[in-house]
Nanobody, 117 residues
């Protein structure tokens, strides 16, 4: 069973930074993509950023220029560096991984990010 273990959420003031980590329990290249989604109260879960096995990155328009997705292939881990955080970034952030060769995906347990003064 694939596990995605997240860390790095917390409370930060507007304009601050946080870094989220997602460690997979298996080789990252088993996945066609890995990334982060977020869900605010009363809203749908939306894509924040993703990276393909080929290294192509995709960002939501609302986070472009502020968030950066990176990966450490040796550690099967992806990171989401979040800068210039805004109150509207407040949400539960979920790590996601999609299998490369079959229609399966996996989710982390979620980590709370709260941006408030």
């Amino acid at each position: 069973q694939v596990q995605l273990v997240e860390s790095g959420g917390g409370l930060v003031q507007p304009g601050g930074s946080l870094r989220l980590s997602c460690a997979a329990s298996t080789n990252r290249f088993r996945f066609g993509s890995m990334g982060w989604y977020r869900q605010a109260p009363g809203k749908e879960r939306d894509l924040v950023a993703s990276i393909t096995d080929g290294g192509n990155r995709n960002y939501a328009d609302s986070v472009k220029g502020r968030f950066t997705l990176s990966s450490d292939n040796a550690k099967n881990t992806v990171y989401l560096q979040m800068n210039s955080l805004k109150p509207e970034d407040t949400a539960v952030y979920y790590c996601n991984a999609k299998e490369l060769f079959r229609p399966s995906e996996y989710w982390g347990q979620g980590t709370q990010v709260t941006v408030s003064s």
